[in-house]
Every structure is written in C-alpha cells, then in structure tokens.
C-alpha cells in the first residue's frame, strides 16, 4: 500500500482536531493521504452518498450524537467502508464496545503520532479488503 493515495473522509467538529490530523498525516512517508474534513456527521453522510473514500475518521463527540451513535450510524449506511474512531476521551470501555460493534480501530486524540495513524489507517483498509475477500470465496 505504500505510496498509494488513501481517500479519507474526517468527521471532526473541533478546528483544533482536525489540524492536528493534517499535521500528523503530513508527517507520514508510507503512504500519499488525501483528506476530506466536515464537522456534522450528516455532511458526511451526503458527501459518502457521492463520493468514494478508503477510510472514514469518526469523531465520536459530533453536535447530534451521543457516544457510539454516530458510528452505528454511519456503519449501517456504509458498512464496507472501515472507520477508526477519534476521541478525546481516554475510555478504553468505549472503545472495546465499539470493536465489537464492528469498528476497526479506536486511536485518542493526542495520544498517537504520524506512524500509528498512518499505519491504523492501512491496516484498517487491509483488514476490509481481506474480509471482502473471504466473503467472495
């Protein structure tokens, strides 16, 4: 997967997030990021109704959405499509609940650098591209 382009929808309300991850994705050298940022879940939804995106970055504090609400959501609508949840909350609990709702990785806000989200990121697309695979043999 190195040096492919990765298409990544952020839903991210907070201005100060999604710099953050601009910041950290630039850093990467493994792999070309292109990164689509909206703030409301519902601009993300429209925008995955057009548009095709390797990844979904998933705030889980979005206006509207309590908890694990918005990924339930968004994985119902586009369940072929792995998501990472970002939070700013050290909730461990949080994030094992959400794995087993199906999420692919669970990284807090400020607490990875460039290398782990990169390779979160490939490794989620990995890991959904194999089990498309499995599901077609």
């Known amino acids: 997967m190195n040096n492919k382009q990765i298409n990544i929808l952020l839903i991210e ?3 100060g997030d999604y710099q953050m991850i601009i910041r950290t994705l630039d850093k990467s050298e493994n792999a070309h990021f292109e990164l689509t940022h909206v703030p409301r879940l519902g601009a993300g939804l429209k925008l995955l109704e057009k548009e095709i995106y390797d990844i ?3 705030d889980l504090g979005l206006p509207g959405c309590e908890g694990l609400e918005s990924f339930n959501i968004t994985s119902k609508k586009h369940p ?3 998501i990472i949840i970002l939070t700013g909350l ?29 390779r979160a990121i490939q490794y989620a ?11 077609v043999n």
């Open 80 to 82: 072929t499509i792995p």
């Open 90 to 118: 050290a909730n461990e609990k949080t994030g094992i609940k959400a794995i087993k709702y199906g999420e692919k990785d669970y990284l807090v806000k400020g607490e990875f650098n460039g290398k782990l989200l990169a």
């Open 56 to 58: 979904i970055l998933l």
């Open 125 to 135: 697309i990995e890991r959904e591209q194999k089990i498309e695979d499995l599901a």
């Open 13 to 15: 309300d907070n201005i």
